[in-house]
């Protein structure tokens, strides 16, 4: 099975070395604008082969390579200012360099499903509904998956139980307006209290990206194996449950926008978006989240 990944900066090699240690895909291409490096990184993962038991084909290309992908992963990204305080300060650029970069993923691999990962993930999911045509169950964002596992991470610690077992997501927006899904989190069947201590991970969670990047300049690993963790999915058809970004229609009155929901994913793409029963309270902030991601899509998109 084919990947191709638009963008082999640091994201996009974490989630090229990942996919080949995991062995889902069989091929991997690199796609950069600059091919040079893109040889060099992928001659870098095959000088690794002789340490895997299934061999894994990786090479540079360019975007015309996309042809024949399952999957089309999108990683590329304008350069991320040293003061980034909000992910939407790469919305302009970001949307520009995607108006390049999709036309040619429609025209190239018009079946393959495309998991955008590129900043601002909400709004560039949208631009790429929008760009390729593509129907919504094979354009998807990383979204909250990373907020969520960060997420349980720190209530795993809290309340002592392994963050597998915690059913709690992080939803709407990747960035500001996202918000937990108290009211429908458990761990084997038992509710997990809403308090403020809890409530107050979720804000740990959502800065975490931004306190990384201050730190060293990028995220790389946790956003990298959210991406392959989704790949896989997708490749294997193992139709795991997962908070992603994906076209909202109509639920909550939401409409015309992309936000974080769980979603069934599997050799389809989306083959499912569930809809939890959210209290008053996260329904509003559900719907605050669309308004602010469809301002930044009306601005840039």
């Known amino acids: 099975m084919k990947v191709t990944i638009v963008g082999p900066g640091t994201v996009g090699m974490v989630l090229a070395y990942t996919l080949m240690l995991r062995g889902a895909a069989r091929e991997i291409v690199l796609v950069g604008a600059n091919r040079t490096k893109a040889e060099g990184e992928a001659m870098d993962l095959m000088h690794a082969q002789a340490f895997l038991q299934v061999p894994v084909s990786v090479r540079a290309g360019d975007l015309a390579d996309c042809a024949g992908s399952e999957v089309v992963a999108v990683c590329a990204s304008v350069p991320t200012p040293e003061g980034l305080t909000s992910r939407n300060s790469l919305a302009e650029g970001n949307a520009n360099l995607m108006r390049e970069i999709l036309p040619q993923i429609a025209s190239c691999a018009p079946q393959t499903k495309l998991v955008m990962i590129s900043n601002p993930v909400d709004v560039l999911t949208w631009q790429a509904l929008e760009i390729t045509g593509f129907p919504p169950e094979r354009v998807m964002g990383t979204g909250t998956l990373v907020d969520s596992i960060r997420f349980r991470e720190m209530l795993s610690a809290l309340i002592g139980i392994h963050p597998d077992d915690l059913r709690a997501y992080i939803l709407g927006e990747h960035g500001e307006h996202q918000f937990p899904a108290m009211s429908v989190?458990?761990?084997?069947?038992?509710?997990?209290?809403?308090?403020?201590?809890?409530?107050?991970?979720?804000?740990?969670?959502?800065?975490?990206?931004?306190?990384?990047?201050?730190?060293?300049?990028?995220?790389?690993?946790?956003?990298?194996?959210?991406?392959?963790?989704?790949?896989?999915?997708?490749?294997?058809?193992?139709?795991?449950?997962?908070?992603?970004?994906?076209?909202?229609?109509?639920?909550?009155?939401?409409?015309?926008?992309?936000?974080?929901?769980?979603?069934?994913?599997?050799?389809?793409?989306?083959?499912?978006?569930?809809?939890?029963?959210?209290?008053?309270?996260?329904?509003?902030?559900?719907?605050?989240?669309?308004?602010?991601?469809?301002?930044?899509?009306?601005?840039?998109?």
């Not at 209290?193 to 969670?205: S, V």
């Not at 300049?217 to 294997?236: D, F, H, K, M, V």
């Open 185 to 301: 989190a458990q761990a084997g069947g038992e509710k997990i209290d809403d308090t403020p201590e809890r409530r107050a991970l979720c804000d740990k969670a959502a800065h975490a990206g931004i306190d990384v990047f201050r730190k060293k300049r990028n995220t790389c690993y946790a956003i990298g194996q959210a991406a392959a963790y989704i790949i896989e999915s997708i490749l294997l058809d193992e139709r795991r449950t997962v908070p992603m970004s994906v076209k909202i229609d109509g639920f909550l009155g939401v409409e015309g926008v992309c936000l974080s929901l769980p979603v069934v994913v599997g050799k389809n793409g989306v083959e499912r978006v569930l809809h939890p029963d959210l209290n008053v309270i996260e329904a509003e902030q559900f719907r605050v989240a669309a308004r602010a991601v469809r301002e930044v899509i009306d601005a840039v998109c």
